[in-house]
């Protein structure tokens, strides 16, 4: 499954493809939204490792402008509950990621992105 | 006890393609019980198994750690697998993420310094370097197995990665046999990327010198 929280850390990884390869551009998908445990401590952990920026644009892009253009000085229970339902249940079922830089395309077929690379494409 | 993974789901088709639980398998979910308690004292966020196949053992970190507490991302090259590990995560009530990709290449960008355990049982067996490179081109079973000369083909560009991926906490395991040479392996992880290491696990089966080395910085 690609949700949010998955798409946040994949890069466009073409041989040369190094600057503006990230975030890859969320198009023509399918949504399905399934209910996931909710773990505040999980959330508050991986809050760090977070590209807001890129989060707040994919998300938008898959029809979701819930969440603030920066990430809240206080983490109150709201956002959280918000934070989690963005990054955890939405899923990507069908659709594409492409790269803002180089434009290649990596598919999302029943909910696996297919990150693999052809032998001349692999730096 | 933490039971092994609930595989039922697959069958002798999905076997066709993608690798059954084996000893080798075993041996490190074995290794990973027997770390259980320190791997849940550490608050793992990020574990990435490169190479997941059926999914049996990222399904099976996810019941020691709880499947809410931290992201499961599971790569593999053979597409038929990145299947079977999506299922097997259903079926175990586990979330496991499938990447059909190339050891962590996607995620080495964002996931510098990030990775809290780091898991592969890579295809280790000695073979001809034409059979690993085919092997790695098909994506089907062979690759599952096929190392080259050395068994290291696949095992060694990882190795390169490690150092990068690994959090300031970070655990990594790796499944090595006799013929890779444990020794080297631990040498050149500590001079050339400073990692210390430890053989957590060793076993005969059949054959096989079955070793879980353990890596952190
Ligand atoms: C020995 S099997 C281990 C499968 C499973 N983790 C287990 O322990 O039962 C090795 C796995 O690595 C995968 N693999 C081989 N080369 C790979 C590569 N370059 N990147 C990602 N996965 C790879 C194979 O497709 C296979 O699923
Ligand atoms: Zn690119």
């Known amino acids: 499954m ?3 929280i998955t798409h946040n850390l994949l890069a466009c990884h073409v041989k040369g493809c190094t600057s503006n390869n990230f975030p890859l551009k969320l198009q023509d998908v399918q949504i399905a939204l399934r209910e996931a445990e909710f773990n505040e401590d999980f959330l508050r952990g991986f809050i760090p490792r977070l590209e807001w920026g890129a989060l707040v644009q994919a998300a938008r892009e898959v029809g979701d402008d819930s969440l603030p253009a920066e990430v809240p000085e206080m983490l109150d229970d709201e956002f959280l509950k918000q934070l989690h339902h963005v990054l955890l249940e939405i899923h990507i079922d069908e659709g594409s990621m492409v ?25 | 006890m933490i039971p092994t ?3 039922s789901h697959l069958t002798r088709a999905d076997y066709d393609h993608v690798y059954e639980p084996a000893e080798d398998t075993f041996v490190l979910l074995d290794a990973l019980e027997e770390d259980a308690q320190s791997l849940r004292t550490i608050q793992p966020r990020i ?3 490169i190479g997941s196949g059926s999914g049996c053992v990222s399904a099976f970190l996810g019941a020691i750690l709880g499947s809410s507490s931290a992201l499961y991302l599971c790569t593999d090259i053979n597409s038929r697998a990145t299947r079977c590990t999506f299922l097997t995560g259903q079926q175990n009530k586990v979330s496991l993420n499938p990447i059909n990709a190339s050891l962590a290449q996607p995620l080495v960008k964002r996931l510098a310094n990030s990775v809290d355990i780091l898991l592969f049982n890579p295809p280790y067996v000695p073979t001809y370097e034409e059979e690993a490179i085919d092997a790695q081109h098909g994506a089907d079973l062979s690759g599952s197995w096929a190392g080259g000369s050395d068994g290291m083909r696949v095992t060694d560009i990882l ?6 991926l690994l959090s300031p906490k970070g655990h990594f395991y790796l499944v090595a046999v006799k013929q890779n040479n444990i020794p080297e392996i631990q040498r050149l ?5 400073g990692l210390r290491s430890q053989i957590v696990l060793q076993r005969r089966a059949g054959r096989e010198h079955l070793f879980v080395l353990k890596f952190t910085r």
């Open chain 1, 2 to 4: 690609v949700r949010l």
């Open chain 1, 99 to 123: 790269c803002p830089n180089c434009k290649h395309v990596y598919p999302i077929s029943s909910g696996i992105p297919n990150m693999l690379l052809a032998e001349h494409e692999i730096g």
């Open chain 2, 5 to 7: 993974p609930d595989l």
């Open chain 2, 47 to 49: 574990c990435l198994e």
């Open chain 2, 159 to 164: 190795l390169g990665q490690v150092g990068n």
């Open chain 2, 189 to 193: 992880m500590q001079s050339e990327h």
